[in-house]
Nanobody, 126 residues
Framework: ELVESGGGLVQAGGSLRLSCVAS????????VGWLRQAPGKEREGVSC????????YYRDSVKGRFTISRDNDKNTVYLQMNSLKPEDTGVYYC?????????????????????WGQGTQVIVSS
């Protein structure tokens, strides 16, 4: 099971740190992505971190503002979000692919992932 937390209501320019904790399995053997879904829009990939080399990927709109990281001792992946904008509003999900990794998947495509958390709401007010 993947469980996200850390969402909330924040003013534009503010920061939030999202956490994704895995229970029942070791998250350190999986690449982990953060995806989001804004109201009325399709789910989209935000960032992803590799399990073996820690390589990271970001969608262009969050580069320089968001940082993904992982703490394998805590079985947790984080998404630090700074300089938040109203367009960052949405439900944020962490997810992991069961049988793929970053060498053979598109991190930004929700179809790449098999295991999902329940999501955490982020609202950025202007």
């Amino acid at each position: 099971e993947l469980v996200e937390s850390g969402g909330g209501l924040v003013q534009a320019g503010g920061s939030l740190r999202l956490s994704c904790v895995a229970s029942g399995f070791n998250l350190d053997i999986y690449d982990v992505g953060w995806l989001r879904q804004a109201p009325g829009k399709e789910r989209e990939g935000v960032s992803c971190i590799g399990h073996s080399d820690g390589r990271t990927y970001y969608r262009d709109s969050v580069k320089g503002r968001f940082t993904i990281s992982r703490d394998n001792d805590k079985n947790t992946v984080y998404l630090q979000m700074n300089s938040l904008k109203p367009e960052d509003t949405g439900v944020y999900y962490c997810a992991a692919p069961a049988f793929k990794d970053l060498d053979n998947m598109n991190y930004a495509d929700p179809k790449s992932y098999d295991m999902w958390g329940q999501g955490t709401q982020v609202i950025v007010s202007s």
